[in-house]
């Protein structure tokens, strides 16, 4: 699950039941447009298409 929050100082999490792990990731906005499905986000619809066909093709990942 991703949750994307706006401008703010905290969040709070809790649960009732059940104990939580949880991944908090902050960053400033990049104001870049943004393609995303599923695992792979790009910039442009075009580029998200080269990134699947590359992947699967097995040479998404580049190695130096």
Do not use: C
């Not at 059940?18 to 393609?35: C, D, N, Q, T």
């Not at 995303?36 to 080269?50: A, S």
């Amino acid at each position: 699950t991703l949750v994307l929050f706006k401008d703010g100082d905290h969040i709070v999490v809790s649960t009732e039941e059940y104990s939580v792990r949880f991944l908090l990731i902050s960053g400033k906005p990049l104001h870049e447009p943004v393609a995303w499905h599923g695992p792979i986000v790009m910039n442009t619809q075009e580029e998200l298409r080269v990134a699947f066909e590359e992947y699967e093709k097995g040479t998404f990942i580049k190695h130096k």
